[in-house]
């Protein structure tokens, strides 16, 4: 297989790993290539994450590694994530696992999709959000008013310091700390999650990915746009997003670990 | 058409509207048939929920009677609700719009499908809910502990009040009161809510209806299963509920309500 | 000093553990008395709970069995619960701190005093509450309707499944799992929390102790009156409740512990 | 009496209403001062919030008007807030409840004192606060670590968008879209709320006056702390803020309203 690795460049333990891992897999008959940022750090050649092709990526970090990988891939490829960080919902095998992993990979894995909400402003395509986009001020402690519009009809407006939406597979991230439910990443749904919302009864709403969601700024403060903590844009005056279900999801190596057994094994750790 | 008139009995006011109802669309030339309970109040002959057949049934009431309605037939036939309530969800028109959407009825109408879920407990069939269906302790202030099976997965163990089993459509019902997010109907989903729980890290969780859902009840304690707050059912010790989406789903008249819209305007008056 | 050892009696270990502590409170001079139950198990004699008096109850058990030592006592008296049970909140001293805490016995301890809430309906005194009353339904899954008076003014009626009535030493309780806030014990309030409540803006509700706290229910349907899980009222339709403070508080032994490093420690491993 | 209006400046009605009210006041014997700012739009000579003395400030304005007035005093004067704003919880009185007051004043009023809370970072005192202090990253959708320490002991770590101090006043506030309970202000705690926890065992703590609170920022990240949404600072990496109780309480005039029933008729109709 053409594999590619990528490594938190942040942490020698976590680099020294992925060296050994690259010689492993070579053992093992694959094609290996490093990630730029981190082949610089093994003092070695490597590609852009631009230019990642082939079967598979692993990536040795935690969530955050995971999602830049992702988001920076033109195309994507499956991922694999070795957990070298604190809780990982995305990276999920542990390091003491990942032998036993490898030593059937010739066999072949099986693809999990994931969908990924994809955010255009005023026509204008920003990127796809594997876990979420969040809307928020610019200025602390100052309220947005949003106005909501399914199927282009207006169905709410708050207020609120700010307003995330989410996937299923980031709700058990950001989502979560801002009160939303644990939605199977089986549904497709957009959640929407206003965060310290002023009207006591906004509530989470799952909206499904057959709608046609927009959000409007109805406030003249500045904004930004948070993809994934990834990317950040300034929202002008007014603007509307609109909220579609992107042509591509991510792709993830299934492990074999079933999903709620895993995720509320970890709730119970954070 | 074939129309069968059901009225809540409560009520002389719904009760009369229901009679005038009957001679109105008679007039329009459709055939009216009354609902037993109905029709005694009104002096007249009628047939037994269980036996309705036709092209629509027509409930005067709250959400309780449309409730009991589509809990009784035993074909689900298409419902209308006029809404003789307080604030009705699943009672889509107030008695004011009501003739306007008779005026058209002879171009026909659309259906709108919702999913209930089957119940089932240690192989038995319970019956279907449209709204929810909660287990609860038959003795005041004492907890249960539950297990969560998905797919056969021991997925959570938790202590609490009671457990919703709701769907999407009732995510504006008992399940909003317990902390659930609002479902999108054209979802489908499982929508598990503890009733105060133990475990602080207890949140709602909505699980595809692709996958096998069980829930046991692991204390001794005698427990009830509670369906759409229409029958009630013993839980014995170590009770098994099996919980599947069911074959039958209920069918709605589509007045052409935005549900998003519809659901956000009620939650700001309930 | 003159000592009273309560022990929970459907433990042998725990039994065991009491009958040992006796033998070696003798051994430092103090007077051991047994609770007639613990004494029964153990073979011995013993007195009624209603009838304890002297300078210390030690319990060995969780917080039910210090709450039903503190319910049953004519006469409040210091109590120190020895946790024998899952998480002790009220049993503040675990079985191998207990010999450190004997050994300076002599040189006399701290009381911690706890407020209690006092519940009469319609002039009766039912009793007091260490941790909580709570309001709830005969009937499973039937919501009741009620009012809050403070200082005889009407300030809020709601539609709910309960209402709890907690003191600031329950808000770590029953109070907790309700959605409710973790108040100092220092603070003395009466911390009200609708279960399932169907208006979404209700809201905990902490009130100075120094007001006049009524709740009337205002549905028909039969409700029951709980406190502290140890003794159940039958309430009359139309009962109205009125709130206290007790004059009697509960007397704990101070062991040092600080009340919200221990808090948010048991939180983090319910 | 000796009284000062402050206007909100960007409401000509509120202008012209503050212009003729001073008319009124003067009639009836009252020596009235304007305010610098409201003085200048009316095109008159006024005093500078901070040399405001006398007997009572009149504030024709939203809450912001009210907490703006009360944060610039140097020295607390009692203030009766008229509601020219969207839900005034400060701002006691509608303009059409404000004839009927007037003509009893020159008998006199009840002043209602209202805590404050005092921040104070590395022994500067910032300031103090009617409603709240709030630290929120300056990088939108990054997490701050946060702890806190009670009576000197570390009590919980935790990481979040960002935390709350709330008085009792502030409960209806920013800390009730936060999640936060109704607190009744003559109780005097400090209200801590985290925004958007990670660990989802993390509540709203009221901790009694009595305890020395202090909060440490334990991330490299800047942050900012902002009071009653007026003044922000810059806080220092691993800057420490001790939290006390103001030794200078707001002063408010009490028209009578009784706090719970003024709270949940306006929680409805937010």
Redesign the interface.
Known sequence: MKIVLVSRIDDEEALRYTASLARDLEDLGHGVTLEEGTAQRLGREGIPFEEITGDLVVVVGGDGSVLLTIHQMRKQVPVLGINWGEVGFLADLEPDEAGAFFATLKDGFRVERRMRVSLSVDGKHLGDALNEA?I?T?R???MLRFG?Y??G????RFR??GLLISTPTGSTA?A?????????P????F?LIP???????S??????T??ILEVTLETEKPA?L?ID?QS?FELEREAKVTVTRSSEPALFVHTGK????KV?YK??N?
Do not use: W
């Open positions: 969040v928020v610019e602390p402690a100052k909501v399914v199927d009809i207006p169905s709410e609120a310091d950001y979560m700390s801002a009160g939303g439910p644990i939605v199977d089986q549904i497709e749904g959640l965060l310290a919302p002023y009207m006591l009864s509530r989470p709403h799952l909206i499904s057959g709608r930004h948070v903590g950040t079933p999903f709620f057994e509320n709730l119970r954070l």
